[in-house]
């Protein structure tokens, strides 16, 4: 594997080999058996144009022939950053067959988080859109190149404007290499408590079990169409079972760009999308906007909610308005994938994250002496299976405070198991917000408002939000004038931060409340900012 990569134990891997959860197929290979199966059926559909599964083969080919001429070789990484689109999964599967990484970045990310991405894994490459909801890449592709001098290479989707553009780099197809199955396909970006994110290695064979196996549980096929919502970016869309799932069975899956009811409720209609995949915020977007909504919903199967805790008075309302099941999903980058089933109560389905989706996922329900808790009662999730990593790229230091001895994954979620086992997210025990989806680290949001001159002390907190379940409570202690939240904001978005990591509110404080060692009391003052909200 991978210098800097934690392997799993070999005796554990033959052990899933021998289970047939891992196939050893790498997944450039994959697309090329599914496009002999599904030749002329539809893979993509991106705005007006769409791609079958033999199209969409032979582009992967072109572009891992073009890559290669470039001198792009195994194992390099490139920072992809793109937009739901055809180019993304068809540079993707470029990559795997060449044996390259992809290191995915949100399209939110912006200077800060990409010259972080690039340092952390080394890239050499780095991809991006033309232009995304009326902002340039190109211009933040120039800065970093500045700042990054081992980043060799820039590629467009779209004008190049002095920078070659994907379509430029096209070749005829050769011969390559396939990469070890065993080995990293890409990186997938954790949501973690520290400044930024860490890198979470996906293998092929994980990664091929895992889209199987939920695809299954989904019970998808060629007549299924799923709906890319979220960034592509995210474990939920591309695998859980998401586009890689919906492309093994040989169905469609069509890209939206953006979560907007107006576009969404169009492509639905249009491309019969009879599954999704988004996060209570969206889910609570969609709800408010079938009240005025004229477009025909009836193909909608599924509607899978997961990435942040859905309030039960949504969760109820999600099946008789739009008149399709209701998939409860608790997931992680790191692996674990919970789902309640189709055929659970409908209690289980609005009030639970239902069960693990592999047979081999272990979990342990632990107190903070790391002993397991009592049947029904709140404890840290710990896990480990045939799907879930055995370590972060290149963090020895935090892999041994993340992972146990024996390769259980601490993931800092409070849970609890039901007498009738299924799993209850209760909240968080690491210091994270989840703001909508979106993990947000409260001690890098203090970092860069403590930047201010006027700020003596910052804590940053969660405050209940009903749309979004959480919202970013900055809480300052001030010296002179105290900023303002717009000023703050202005701030935050000079020193590279992306949108939604900005706070909501801030509130200024004479002195935190402490713990009995001096720290500040985050509990005491989450209560107090949400008394307050």
């Known amino acids: 594997m991978l210098d800097g990569c934690v392997p799993y134990p070999p005796e554990v891997a033959d052990r899933y080999t021998e289970a047939g959860y891992w196939r050893g197929e790498p997944l450039g290979r994959l697309l090329r058996q599914w496009a002999a199966a599904h030749a002329d059926r539809t893979a993509l559909v991106d705005g007006d144009r769409r791609f079958t599964y033999a199209e969409l083969d032979a582009w992967a080919d072109r572009l891992a022939a073009g890559l290669h ?42 200077s800060l988080e990409i010259r972080h991405l690039c340092e952390l894994s080394g890239a050499i490459g780095y991809v991006v859109p033309d232009e995304h909801l009326d902002f340039d890449y190109r211009g933040l ?52 408590t520290t400044a930024l994110p860490k890198l979470i290695p996906r293998t092929h064979v994980d990664y ?12 998808l096929g060629p007549d ?13 869309p591309w695998g859980c079972p998401g586009v890689i799932g919906i492309l093994g069975v040989g169905g469609t899956a069509v890209m939206a760009r953006t979560p907007n009811p107006v576009e969404c409720f169009r492509l639905i209609e249009e491309e019969g999308v009879t599954i999704t995949s988004i996060v209570p915020t969206i889910a609570h977007m969609w709800l ?28 109820e309302r999600i099946e008789p308005t739009f008149d ?24 289980t389905i609005v009030s639970t994250q239902g069960t693990a989706v592999s047979p081999a996922d272990e979990i342990l329900v632990v107190d903070e002496a790391g002993n397991p808790v009592a049947e029904g009662e709140a404890g840290e999730l710990l896990t480990r299976g045939p799907y879930t990593l055995r370590g972060y790229y290149n963090a020895p230091e935090h892999n041994a405070k993340a992972f146990t001895a024996d390769g259980f994954y601490r993931s800092g979620d409070l849970v609890r198991i039901t007498a009738s086992g299924k799993l209850v997210v209760e909240g968080r025990v690491k210091d994270v917000i989840n703001r909508g989806g979106d993990k947000i680290s409260a001690t890098e949001i203090e970092g860069h408002i403590t930047a201010h001159p006027n700020v003596v002390q910052a804590a940053v907190v969660p405050v209940p939000d009903l749309v979004l379940g959480e919202k970013t409570c900055a809480v300052i202690i001030a010296e002179g004038v105290a900023p303002k939240l717009p000023q703050l904001r202005k701030l935050l978005r000079e020193r590279g931060l992306a949108d939604y990591k900005l706070p909501d509110r801030v509130v200024v404080v004479e002195k935190f409340p402490l713990t009995g060692l001096g720290k500040v009391d985050k509990k005491t003052l989450a209560a107090r900012m949400a008394g307050a909200s």
């Not at 001429?69 to 795997?96: H, K, T, W, Y």
């Not at 299924?224 to 939920?236: K, Q």
Request: glycine letters at 6%; aromatic letters at 10%.
């Open 69 to 110: 001429a470039q001198g792009i070789r195994s194992r390099d990484r490139i920072v992809v950053q793109l937009p739901n689109s055809a180019e993304f999964v068809a540079l993707c599967f470029a990559m795997f067959r060449l044996g390259a990484l992809p290191v995915f970045a949100l399209p939110a990310f912006r």
């Open 141 to 192: 592709a120039r800065q970093v190149v500045e700042e990054i001098p081992a980043l060799k290479h820039v590629f467009v989707a779209g004008e190049g404007d002095g920078f070659l553009g994907l379509a430029e780099i096209e070749a005829e197809p050769v011969e390559l290499a396939e990469p070890d199955a065993h080995d990293v396909a890409f990186f997938l970006l954790s949501g973690g």
């Open 208 to 219: 091929e079990y895992m889209t199987r196996i939920t695809a299954d549980i989904c019970e």
């Open 224 to 236: 299924s169409v799923y709906l890319t919502v979220l960034p592509i970016e995210f474990n939920f």
């Open 288 to 315: 408010e906007a079938t009240e005025w909504n004229e477009r025909d919903l009836s193909s909608l199967e599924v509607i899978q909610i997961g990435s942040a805790k859905l309030h039960r008075l949504v969760a």
């Open 324 to 347: 399709c099941r209701l998939q409860q999903v608790f997931g992680m980058a790191e692996g674990l994938l919970c789902f309640t089933r189709y055929d659970d109560d409908n209690e």
